[in-house]
């Protein structure tokens, strides 16, 4: 049901996070995994989680704290994707489907979404089912409303996302604009940038390649982006995975 590489790095995850104390998980839990298809071929990677935690207390316990525990009960149980609620909240469902309706248009997921849309039409946009067609997770474990760094250099983080997991998707979408340079990338994702010109204004777009699969390096994923470069996103998706 589970790769090996997801089950070793939920494995990890889980009892790295109980080794940290209070004060460590005070700004997030570095070992957060993220939401959707452990088994999808397209992960998307963004900033970091687009909220306050002094503001959302209960989110923030569910979706960055707890999130390797909650994968660790799948895991261990073999539990396959479902829309069934993990804990007694009001919104948030379970680390499949994090929630369920209609995302914001400026929303970063609707985003995702018109992407994966692209890739497989069959896809319906009810209820979040994008998130049945790839998983999400972030490269900043620290929720914030705004972005608050230019560049990301925590150690902890940085070497979690070097996990064997994270490099078996055969697409990956860095949708974090220059939060990690060059160097980062290639070294966290073990690939080699093929081709650094072909972005315009306020729309990065990077193609990162090695035998095995192909990340695209863009801007963030939210707010005003045109849908042509979504389109133009997706049509890259496309050819590497025909």
């Not at 989680?49 to 999130?67: P, T």
């Not at 209820?127 to 049945?132: D, K, V």
């Not at 994702?189 to 990065?204: C, R, T």
């Amino acid at each position: 049901m589970y790769s090996e590489k997801f089950i070793n790095l939920v494995n990890t995850a889980f009892s790295e996070s109980e080794k940290l104390t209070p004060e460590e998980k005070s700004e997030g839990n570095p070992y957060y995994i993220g939401f959707g298809n452990p088994n999808a071929k397209i992960l998307f990677i963004g900033k970091e989680k687009g909220f306050d935690i002094e503001k959302n207390l209960r989110q923030f316990e569910f979706e960055s704290l707890l999130n390797p525990k909650e994968w660790k009960n799948y895991v261990n149980n073999s539990i396959g994707i479902n829309t069934n609620k993990y804990y007694e909240s009001n919104n948030y469902i379970n680390a499949f489907y994090p929630y369920l309706g209609k995302n914001k248009s400026g929303h970063t997921w609707s985003k995702y979404e018109k992407v994966l849309k692209n890739v497989y039409p069959e896809m319906t946009t009810e209820n979040n089912n994008f998130f049945s067609y790839a998983f999400l997770t972030e490269v900043n474990f620290k929720p914030s409303k705004y972005s608050k760094i230019k560049s990301f250099q925590n150690k902890e983080r940085i070497a979690f996302l070097k996990e064997d997991y994270f490099k078996s998707f055969d697409v990956i979408i860095l949708a974090c604009g220059k939060y990690l340079t060059t160097n980062q990338i290639e070294e966290i994702f073990d690939v080699k940038i093929q081709n650094d010109n072909i972005s315009a204004k306020h729309e990065l777009l990077n193609i990162f390649k090695n035998k095995e699969r192909i990340l695209l390096n863009t801007r963030q994923l939210s707010m005003a982006v045109s849908n042509e470069y979504l389109k133009n996103i997706s049509t890259l998706i496309e050819e590497y995975l025909r």
